[in-house]
């Protein structure tokens, strides 16, 4: 096969992986919102934002030292931060395994993954169209 054949096939691959992926995130959630105590969510409050922010902090300093010494200036380099910022996917998949696991807290697990994902998806979401059209957008013109 050519090259050409190769890629028009890893397409087509990519294409319809993505379609199964758009399912199995409906089904993951679904899942998870099936699962969650909602009430234990909002009663984790305070211990749950404190969590989720000192972890958004390390994670943030992790993307620095991650960057630092590339050839990407400040603005890059803070975007890349930002779009570090969303977490979904991971939380709502990972987040169930103590409680299928039954560890004594894994209900406040779950309600600590879920409120991650709704405080970071739009914080990112934001974050990232602002950070975007105003940061990057102008360097590259």
Request: aromatic residues 10%; hydrophobic residues 55%; glycine residues 10%.
């Amino acid at each position: 096969m050519s090259k050409d054949r190769y890629k028009v096939v890893g397409q087509r691959l990519a294409s319809k992986f993505n379609k199964i992926w758009v399912l199995a995130e409906i089904l993951l959630f679904v899942l998870i919102g099936v699962e969650v105590n909602i009430y234990l969510t909002l009663e984790s409050g305070l211990l749950g934002l404190t969590l989720i922010f000192l972890g958004l902090l390390a994670r943030s300093i992790g993307v620095l030292i991650s960057v630092h010494g590339t050839h990407l200036n400040w603005k890059e380099r803070f975007f890349s931060v930002i779009a570090y910022t969303p977490k979904a996917t991971v939380q709502a998949s990972i987040g169930a395994v103590p409680l299928a696991a039954g560890v004594e807290s894994g209900e406040l697990f779950l309600a600590i993954a879920v409120l991650s994902i709704v405080i970071t998806a739009p914080l990112g979401a934001v974050g990232i169209k602002f950070a975007g059209e105003n940061w990057l957008e102008k360097e590259m013109k």
